[in-house]
Every structure is written in structure tokens, then in C-alpha cells.
């Protein structure tokens, strides 16, 4: 059907992943908001195609010494170092307020050991609230483990098969790390061993130092680039991905727009996910889902699968 301005006005925005259907191919990217409960006030939760969680781990983590964030030009450096209060406040506090919405809530996974890893997803495995694991094996700012098993290929695939034969018949998507040579090896390693979707890209590490003082500007010296700025690596990451494996993909990194997102599903991500733009904007992603949508009737995709790697 097609309105007065010849716009086309029965669009399907569903997407098919691992097995299950999403409302839209929009969710937020973890860490950057909260576990739901913090952008409630500025978000409604069940408009989004899907919530991610923080990183959660099987004990609680304190993360790293401040200031552990810091502004870069379209962009800003973190080094929070995943601090979390543990897999039981998080099923007992964040779960149970994601209860009360229509939302599939996929959850963010850390650890400094595969065994961490393990004992995270076996906790989730039979969870019913549980729609979807994501594993970091990515953060560059925690001084063991995670970015070790995301960046040694051998190590990627041995996470990858531990969690997924610990997570039932919950999906598992390993999520990726920009910071090694080649993405679409790490890709490959990951879909051998059993993943059954990837996400990317986790945050750059970068460094910034504050002159007048002559000091790191955040207390861990490095920290991961996150924002538009890394927004163009993530596209072009995206693209060599998804014409390397054929698990289906959730694109992030630098969205801050509906055109972003857009651009990220025609690299070939089926789902994408915003991310830093909600500290400066916290209902951006509100906007992203309605302009996807607009992008839709103006341009007469009637079906948002028309544009996953169309290039
Ligand atoms: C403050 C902050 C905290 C983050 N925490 C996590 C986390 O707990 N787990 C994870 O896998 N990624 C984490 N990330 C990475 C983001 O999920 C995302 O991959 C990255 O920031 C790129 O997307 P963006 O440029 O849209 O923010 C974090 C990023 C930021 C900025």
C-alpha cells in the first residue's frame, strides 16, 4: 500500500536470528545502557527489537581506578574494566525488571577465565527470560582475560565451544574484538567452533594524554574508542564478516543515526545495535527504530530483509 506522498505504508521491520524473530533488528549495544532499568525513564523498552545487558560475570567485578572515561573528538574513550555486581544480583535484580516487558533481553557475558565464562552461561541456560548470550570475549580493558580469548584464534574457538555446549538451546554469539590483523579470521574460528551468530565491533584501543598536566587522561592509560568515530572501521569490519562466515551478524559501533544503522544492514549485519550515542542522546535509539522506518516508506523497501547485504 502506498499514501498520498506515494510513500509505501505496509513495511515489515522482523528480522530472523538464531533462530529467533525479532520485532526489529535494533538493540543497544552492551554497557551502554545500563541493564534496562537505568533509560526506562527516556526509552520505551518494548519498542526496541531486542535489550542488551552489561557484562555480567560470575562474581562481582569492581572494574578499574578512575577517571576510566574520557571525550575524544566523535568519540570517547572508556576503561570501566566491566564492573558489575555478579550473575546473582543480576538475575535476582535486572531480570526480574525485565520481567515485566514485551522485550527479549539478550545477556552480555564476561570473565577472566574460560570457567567464568561457564559458570555465567550455565547459570542462564535454563532461563527462561533469557532469550539470547553474548559473549565478550573483546573488552580491552580488563588486564586478564576477555580481550586474550577474542584475540588468539586457538583460544576464540575454545571459549566458543565451552559456552556453547554449557548454554543448552540458548544462542551464542561471540563478540569480537577490532583490536587483531584480520576480523574474518577470528569470524571463522568462532562459526567452526559452534557460534551460532557474531557481534561486532567491540571499542578500539586508543590512548589520550592530558598536556597541561603531562598524565594519562584516563588512570588506565589505554581505553577503548567508542562513537562515530570508529564508525567507518565497523562498517568495513561488518562487510569483511559477513562475506567470510555465514552466521548472522549484529553490527555496532559508531550508530548514531537511522542512515548509520541502515549502512551497517547494508554491509550485511541482519541486527545492529546503538551504542555510545545513548550517553549524549539518551533516546536515540528511539529515533533510530522511527527513521528506519521513515528510510523504509521513502524509499519503498517493504521489507527490511531487502537490505541486508545488498552490497
Ligand atoms: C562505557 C562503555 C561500556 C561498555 N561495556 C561493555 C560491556 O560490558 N560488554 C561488551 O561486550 N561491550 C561493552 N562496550 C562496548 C560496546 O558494547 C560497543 O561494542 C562499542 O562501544 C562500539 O559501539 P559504539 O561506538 O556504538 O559505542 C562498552 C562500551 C562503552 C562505551
Given at each position: 500500500m502506498k499514501d498520498s506522498k506515494d510513500r509505501v505504508t505496509d513495511i515489515s521491520t522482523e528480522v530472523g536470528f538464531a533462530g529467533h524473530v525479532f520485532r526489529n533488528p535494533v538493540t543497544v549495544a552492551s554497557g551502554t545502557f545500563g541493564?534496562?532499568?537505568e533509560y526506562s525513564r527516556f526509552v520505551n523498552l518494548n519498542a526496541l527489537g531486542a535489550l542488551t545487558t552489561k557484562g555480567v560475570s560470575a562474581v562481582p567485578w569492581e572494574g578499574n581506578p578512575t577517571p576510566r572515561v574520557t571525550e575524544t573528538p566523535s568519540g570517547m574513550l572508556n576503561a570501566i574494566g566491566l564492573q558489575?555486581?555478579?550473575i546473582e544480583v543480576f538475575i535476582e535484580r535486572d531480570l526480574s525488571f525485565l520481567e515485566d516487558y514485551d522485550v527479549p533481553v539478550i545477556v552480555n557475558v564476561c570473565g577472566h577465565s574460560i570457567e567464568e565464562?561457564?559458570?555465567?552461561v550455565?547459570?542462564?541456560?535454563d532461563d527462561d527470560r533469557v532469550a539470547m548470550l553474548e559473549i565478550n570475549v573483546s573488552c580491552p580493558n580488563v588486564s586478564k582475560g576477555a580481550i586474550q580469548f577474542g584475540t588468539d584464534p586457538a583460544l576464540l574457538s575454545e571459549v566458543t565451544k565451552r559456552c556453547r555446549a554449557k548454554a543448552k538451546d540458548k544462542p551464542v554469539i561471540m563478540k569480537l574484538t577490532p583490536n587483531v590483523t584480520s576480523i574474518a579470521d577470528m569470524a571463522r574460528a568462532a562459526e567452526a567452533a559452534g557460534a551460532d551468530?557474531?557481534?561486532?565491533i567491540n571499542t578500539i584501543t586508543g590512548m589520550?594524554?592530558?598536556?597541561?598536566?603531562r598524565r594519562f587522561a584516563i588512570a588506565n592509560k589505554t581505553g577503548g574508542l567508542s562513537g562515530p568515530a570508529i564508525h567507518p572501521v565497523a562498517v568495513r569490519m561488518v562487510y569483511e564478516v559477513t562475506h567470510a562466515v555465514d552466521i548472522p551478524v549484529?553490527?555496532?559501533?559508531?550508530?548514531a543515526s537511522a542512515e548509520d544503522a541502515i549502512e551497517m544492514m547494508m554491509a550485511g549485519a541482519t541486527m545492529i545495535a546503538v551504542g555510545m550515542i545513548n550517553f549524549t542522546r539518551p533516546d536515540a535509539v528511539t529515533d533510530i527504530i522511527a527513521g528506519i522506518g521513515d528510510f523504509m516508506k521513502k524509499t519503498g523497501v517493504r521489507d527490511i530483509k531487502e537490505i541486508i547485504g545488498v552490497l
Amino acid at each position: 500500500m502506498k499514501d498520498s506522498k506515494d510513500r509505501v505504508t505496509d513495511i515489515s521491520t522482523e528480522v530472523g536470528f538464531a533462530g529467533h524473530v525479532f520485532r526489529n533488528p535494533v538493540t543497544v549495544a552492551s554497557g551502554t545502557f545500563g541493564s534496562g532499568i537505568e533509560y526506562s525513564r527516556f526509552v520505551n523498552l518494548n519498542a526496541l527489537g531486542a535489550l542488551t545487558t552489561k557484562g555480567v560475570s560470575a562474581v562481582p567485578w569492581e572494574g578499574n581506578p578512575t577517571p576510566r572515561v574520557t571525550e575524544t573528538p566523535s568519540g570517547m574513550l572508556n576503561a570501566i574494566g566491566l564492573q558489575n555486581p555478579g550473575i546473582e544480583v543480576f538475575i535476582e535484580r535486572d531480570l526480574s525488571f525485565l520481567e515485566d516487558y514485551d522485550v527479549p533481553v539478550i545477556v552480555n557475558v564476561c570473565g577472566h577465565s574460560i570457567e567464568e565464562y561457564e559458570a555465567v552461561v550455565e547459570r542462564l541456560a535454563d532461563d527462561d527470560r533469557v532469550a539470547m548470550l553474548e559473549i565478550n570475549v573483546s573488552c580491552p580493558n580488563v588486564s586478564k582475560g576477555a580481550i586474550q580469548f577474542g584475540t588468539d584464534p586457538a583460544l576464540l574457538s575454545e571459549v566458543t565451544k565451552r559456552c556453547r555446549a554449557k548454554a543448552k538451546d540458548k544462542p551464542v554469539i561471540m563478540k569480537l574484538t577490532p583490536n587483531v590483523t584480520s576480523i574474518a579470521d577470528m569470524a571463522r574460528a568462532a562459526e567452526a567452533a559452534g557460534a551460532d551468530g557474531l557481534s561486532l565491533i567491540n571499542t578500539i584501543t586508543g590512548m589520550k594524554i592530558d598536556i597541561y598536566k603531562r598524565r594519562f587522561a584516563i588512570a588506565n592509560k589505554t581505553g577503548g574508542l567508542s562513537g562515530p568515530a570508529i564508525h567507518p572501521v565497523a562498517v568495513r569490519m561488518v562487510y569483511e564478516v559477513t562475506h567470510a562466515v555465514d552466521i548472522p551478524v549484529i553490527g555496532m559501533g559508531g550508530i548514531a543515526s537511522a542512515e548509520d544503522a541502515i549502512e551497517m544492514m547494508m554491509a550485511g549485519a541482519t541486527m545492529i545495535a546503538v551504542g555510545m550515542i545513548n550517553f549524549t542522546r539518551p533516546d536515540a535509539v528511539t529515533d533510530i527504530i522511527a527513521g528506519i522506518g521513515d528510510f523504509m516508506k521513502k524509499t519503498g523497501v517493504r521489507d527490511i530483509k531487502e537490505i541486508i547485504g545488498v552490497l
